[in-house]
């Protein structure tokens, strides 16, 4: 069926914050995670990944945690800025390359 | 490289005619996939495909059809196309390798209009 829930958590940070985005996955037996960014009227960019064997992994300006135990995911921006505004999915990778993805977060970063 | 390339961008249909989506990427990845996202939500899985010839279900494959004749290209039909398909739908591939990272490559989208 149709999911409910018409409107995207938001999360407004002012610029040069830190920013934490959520997601919780479902599949205990996933072993890949990715998280997306996605502009207005554009497809979603690959920010970062990590594997099921790590909690934790650093890219620039973006970190991402990794908690099995409660099947938690967390981005962390670090200094946010004005360009970070968009949409932010968490997606598993449930194997075989099938990916789904979470129901998103608005990023708003006031300047 | 023009990457994963969509066809049509923008597309108005009756409920009942059917039509479909075109998808091409040029980067030989092994995995192609579609997705809806409706306004303000997630993006749902509709068909996937692992290489010429293999396809599977996503989450929410009723109404629509694909094939891989190719690997190259991930045609979507839609059958007889009903209100609740009006959406914005994206094609994307990654490569098929455990050594590889799973990155999905996403075209620009095709949205899709009902009436």
């Known amino acids: 069926g149709e999911s409910v829930g018409l409107h995207l958590p938001t999360l407004s940070v002012q610029e040069g914050d830190n920013s934490i985005i959520n997601c919780a996955y479902s599949?205990?037996?996933?072993?890949?995670f990715i998280w997306y960014k996605q502009e207005s009227g554009k497809g979603p960019q690959f920010i970062i990944d990590i594997r099921s064997n790590m909690d934790k992994r650093q890219g620039q300006r973006v970190t991402v945690l990794l908690n099995k135990t409660v099947k938690h995911l967390s981005l962390q921006i670090a200094a946010t800025q004005p360009g970070d505004s968009a949409v932010y999915f968490c997606a598993e990778n449930t194997g075989g390359f099938k990916t789904i993805f979470g129901a998103g977060t608005r990023l708003f970063v006031k300047a | 490289n023009a990457g994963v390339t969509q066809t049509p961008k923008f597309q108005v249909l009756k409920t009942g005619q059917s039509m479909t989506l075109q998808c091409a990427q040029d980067?030989?990845?092994?995995?192609m996939s579609w997705y809806r996202q409706d306004p303000g939500m997630g993006l749902r899985l509709i068909h996937y495909s692992v290489g010429a010839g293999i396809t599977d279900q996503g989450e929410v494959p009723n109404g629509y059809n694909v094939s891989r004749s190719t690997t190259e290209d991930f045609p979507l039909r839609l059958l007889s196309a009903a209100p609740s398909q009006t959406s914005v739908y994206f094609c994307?591939?990654?490569?098929?390798?455990?050594?590889?990272?799973?990155?999905?490559?996403f075209g620009e989208g095709s949205r899709l209009t009902v009436l």
């Open positions: 980067m030989n990845h092994e995995y």
């Open positions: 599949n205990s037996a996933s072993d890949y």
């Open positions: 994307a591939s990654s490569l098929a390798r455990v050594d590889a990272t799973g990155e999905l490559f």
